[in-house]
C-alpha cells in the first residue's frame, strides 16, 4: 500500500478529504468499503448521464423549434413570392390575369415534376425478399416439427392423462 503521510501530502495539496484508514481492516469491511464506493460511483455515472441527456434534449428541442419557425415563414412567404411573381410579369407588359395564370401554372408544373419524382422513386422500393423468404423457410421448418413422446420414469412410453387446471 502507500504511505499515510504522502497520502496527506497529497491531500493537501489537492485539497480533499482524506478518510483514517485502520491498519487492521477485515475483509468484510473491506468488501462493504468496496461496495458502498461502487454504489457511489454508479449513481454519480448515471447523474452525469441524466445531465448530458438534459442538454442533449434541451439542444434538440431549441433545434426543432427554430426547423419548424423556418419551415412556417417559408410557407407563409409562398404567397408573397406568388404576387411579387404576378405583378412583377404584370409590369413587363402582360394583362394581371395572364401574369397570375402564368403563376399558378408554374406552380402547377412544379407540383406535376415533384409527383412525377416521387412515382419513380417509389416504383422502385421492392418487398424485403430476403426477410419473406426466411419466414417462409422458418414457417415450413416449424409445421414439420412434431413434439417428442416422453418416456415414463419406468421406462415404457406410456403416457397417463395428467388433469390441468387453467388457474
Known amino acids: 500500500m502507500s504511505d499515510p503521510d504522502k497520502q496527506v501530502a497529497d491531500a493537501l ?3 480533499t478529504a482524506v478518510e483514517a484508514v485502520p491498519a487492521d481492516r477485515s475483509l468484510g469491511q473491506l468488501v462493504a468499503a468496496a461496495t458502498a464506493e ?4 454508479v449513481h454519480d455515472e448515471i447523474a452525469l448521464a441524466k445531465a448530458e441527456l438534459r ?3 434541451k439542444k434538440g ?3 426543432g423549434a427554430a ?3 423556418a419551415g412556417i415563414m417559408a410557407l407563409f412567404s409562398l404567397p408573397m413570392f406568388s404576387f411579387a411573381a404576378a405583378y412583377g410579369i404584370h409590369n413587363l407588359g402582360l394583362g394581371l390575369a395572364w401574369s397570375f395564370l402564368i403563376v399558378a401554372g408554374a ?9 412525377g419524382i416521387a412515382a419513380l422513386v417509389l416504383k422502385k422500393i421492392k ?4 426477410s419473406i423468404a426466411a419466414a417462409k423457410d422458418t414457417a415450413s421448418v416449424l409445421q414439420k416439427a412434431k413434439p417428442h413422446p416422453r418416456e415414463l420414469a419406468s421406462g ?3 403416457s397417463k392423462s395428467v388433469a390441468r387446471s387453467s388457474a
Open 38 to 41: 461502487m454504489s457511489e460511483l
Open 156 to 158: 415404457t412410453s406410456e
Open 67 to 69: 426547423g419548424s419557425v
Open 13 to 15: 495539496k489537492t485539497g
Open 61 to 63: 428541442a431549441i433545434g
Open 127 to 130: 418487398p424485403p425478399k430476403k
Open 55 to 57: 442538454q442533449d434534449v
Open 107 to 115: 406552380f402547377v408544373v412544379i407540383a406535376a415534376l415533384a409527383g
